[in-house]
């Protein structure tokens, strides 16, 4: 099984790595539209701005092929996000692919909320094995609200979207890589998708 990693320059790339090698898979990390569309799982991950990080995608041609692939993607914390209609960071338009927009939690709550946050409500195979309540890692100051693309839930400030699924597309706002067993095991799912 070939699993590619989009390298856009917005990743924490290596925790990804050192998660999927730690279940026994290896990932290769790449630009190239080619070696993505040929791959049997795509894993397009992201941290930073939404706006420079569409720049980035736009540049590589990458805005194009990343909507257009049939084999299972997920996209993890900004990766999500970019996946949505548009983003309130940056004014920013992303990929389409879920029909929402982020938004900004409000001056009411600290941001970005950092830390384990519960995630609940799952509607999903990519959820297999962990339990209702499971603690997952988040780092973020923007949300997806809940939508009909909602496969999980988490609340801070307001109940959100903490994960989305549209035909092969899955997005998580946390991060699996550092969410000990339970986002070891989301990993491990999304990889015998």
Request: negative net charge; contains cysteine.
């Amino acid at each position: 099984m070939k699993t590619t990693i989009i390298d856009y320059g917005a990743g924490n790339i290596q925790s990804i790595l050192f998660a999927l090698s730690r279940l026994g898979f290896e990932a290769t990390l790449s630009a190239d539209a080619d070696e993505i569309r040929n791959s049997d799982k795509v894993i397009f991950p992201g941290v930073g701005e939404a706006s420079s990080a569409m720049d980035k995608l736009k540049a590589t041609g990458l805005d194009e092929v990343i909507p257009e692939l049939k084999q299972p993607v997920l996209g993890i914390c900004l990766g999500m996000q970019l996946m949505c209609r548009s983003s309130e960071e940056g004014n920013t338009d992303g990929l389409g692919i879920f029909d929402v927009e982020v938004r900004r939690f409000s001056q009411k709550v600290k941001v970005p909320q950092v830390g384990w946050n519960t995630i609940f409500g799952y509607n999903s195979s990519l959820f297999n094995g962990i339990s209702e309540n499971e603690y997952m890692y988040l780092v973020h100051s923007f949300y997806a609200p809940v939508s009909n693309d909602t496969i999980a839930l988490s609340e801070y400030e307001t109940e959100y979207s903490v994960a989305l699924q549209k035909n092969n597309f899955y997005g998580v706002q946390f991060h699996p890589e550092k969410s000990s067993k339970a986002g070891a095991q989301l990993l491990k799912n999304f990889l015998e998708l």
